[in-house]
């Protein structure tokens, strides 16, 4: 269960980076809040963080034996680790960012796959 929820999750972010490409007023939900539209210098970013995203659910799927993997189980399990590490993060700052939306939508968003990445990690 934790597998098919943290998927849907990342699937939603992935989904959001997206249309924070494409220029669709969402900014207030990443980084900081501080712009509703990404600026056309910020997008490259967007990509960047679509890249880490879509890695991130093949990790997280590979990890739970959903999808084969080509990986070695250590790497494979230290991917799972990172990335429950990085979300981890995730939460501290989006709890204290400044927009309401982040910190209230993000952050929970945060938490539920950093603890799907780390159950993970513990089965593994």
């Known amino acids: 269960m934790h597998i098919i ?3 849907i999750l990342l699937v939603g972010v992935i989904v959001l980076s997206i249309l924070l490409l494409c220029g669709l007023p969402l900014g207030e939900l990443t980084m900081g ?5 990404w600026p056309k210098e910020m997008r490259p970013l967007a990509i960047g963080q679509l890249v880490v995203q879509v890695i991130a659910l093949l990790v997280l799927l590979a990890g739970g034996h959903v999808i084969p993997t080509f990986l070695p ?10 990335f429950a590490i990085m ?9 204290f960012s400044t927009s309401k939306k982040e910190k209230y939508i993000m952050t929970p968003v945060s938490v539920i796959a950093a603890v799907c990445f780390a159950i993970v990690a513990l089965r593994m």
């Open 73 to 82: 189980q250590g790497l494979l399990k230290a991917l799972v680790i990172i």
């Open 33 to 37: 809040g501080k712009h509703k539209v």
């Open 87 to 95: 979300f981890t993060g995730n939460i501290v700052m989006n709890a």
């Open 5 to 7: 929820i943290g998927s």
